[in-house]
């Protein structure tokens, strides 16, 4: 099984005993590094632009460290990665961002170097900040790619991750994600974000929205309460068991979407994969920072 997930890595400031501990993580690189540790004897890819500087270097050596493949690490001079912050509060995560000559936003430049990271791959993995940080060629480029792999047998899947500030406007933000999850064979929405962004009244309206735009599969996760699943025409419903302490929520959805994909990929039934997403991401926001090693103990 080949799984390549297709993105922004960033520096992450993550809060720890009055300072800050310095990390990498990205939503789509938080599924990847997840995913391989879910799945070591599968082969994982990153696929995005890192810079030519020093801590570009370093990344490239963390995610090699971490089992997951860098041959589509695209190198663009005089840039380097973006950098965020976390600010925490009861729990709930909030970030500060400086990411603007982040590499990642060239990483659609090469449409031969999209169609070489994708070949032969069971399933792409990318997500709305993927698209957000692309211009409207780049977006294009990733389509054709997407669906070419997907003609030729791979599965998509899309995680929404509205993030506002990284859109020109509301209208082109809509149209861009609904085109996506046109292309997609599992779209895996966060109810609060589609809620707030597109005024979807309930999590079935949302489900309804995305199989209405043309994806074959949708999972709509909302947080501890129940998530709403429709695949391969069936329906489905989880709820998560409680989780007493709330340390830290960044990549709570990141790590469920790695969690639902391995088990899913594997032939384990629906029910199986919503349980083994919601179980992991219940681990994960017990500790700090996006990427627990603790959950996977």
């Known amino acids: 099984m080949r799984m390549v997930f297709v993105g922004e890595a960033m ?41 030519d500087d020093a ?24 840039r380097s990665l973006g950098l965020y912050m976390i600010s925490l ?9 400086w990411r603007s000559q982040s590499a990642a936003r060239r990483l659609a430049e090469d449409a031969a170097a999209l169609d070489s990271a994708f070949a032969a791959a069971d399933l792409v993995v990318f997500s709305g900040i993927t698209l957000a940080i692309l211009d409207g060629q780049g977006r294009d480029r990733l ?32 149209a861009c994600l609904t085109r996506f999850a046109g292309l997609s064979d599992l779209v895996l929405a966060s109810f609060d974000d ?12 949302t489900l309804a929205r995305y199989l209405g735009a043309g994806a074959a599969a949708v999972v709509v996760k909302d947080g501890a309460a129940q998530m709403l699943a429709q695949i391969g025409g069936q329906s489905y419903a989880h709820s998560p068991d409680p989780v007493q302490s ?27 994969a919503l349980a083994a997403g919601a179980a992991l991401a219940g681990r994960v926001i017990q500790y700090r920072g996006a990427l627990a090693q603790q959950a996977l103990a």
Not at 27 to 38: C, P, R, S, V
Not at 55 to 78: D, K, N, Q, Y
Not at 155 to 173: G, K, Q, S, V
Not at 246 to 257: C, I, R, Y
């Open 89 to 97: 509060q009861n729990g709930e995560r909030s970030f500060s961002y």
């Open 246 to 272: 709330v340390t830290d929520s960044t990549a709570a959805g990141d790590s469920f979407n790695a969690g639902f994909l391995t088990a899913w990929l594997a032939g384990q039934p629906v029910e199986a």
């Open 11 to 51: 520096v992450e400031l993550a809060p720890e005993g009055g300072l800050y501990r310095r990390g990498f993580a990205g939503d789509t690189f938080n599924m990847a590094w997840y995913a391989q540790k879910l799945a070591p004897d599968w082969q994982t890819d990153f696929v995005s632009a890192i810079g």
């Open 143 to 174: 389509a054709q790619a997407l669906q070419a792999v997907r003609a030729a047998g791979a599965r998509i899947a899309f995680d929404p991750n509205i993030r506002r500030r990284l859109w020109a406007n509301d209208a082109e933000m809509r």
């Open 55 to 78: 801590i570009s270097a370093e990344f490239s050596g963390f995610v090699a460290a971490a089992g997951i493949g860098t041959a589509h690490l695209r190198v663009i001079p005089e």
């Open 194 to 205: 589609e809620a707030a962004h597109f005024g979807d009244g309930d999590r079935q309206a």
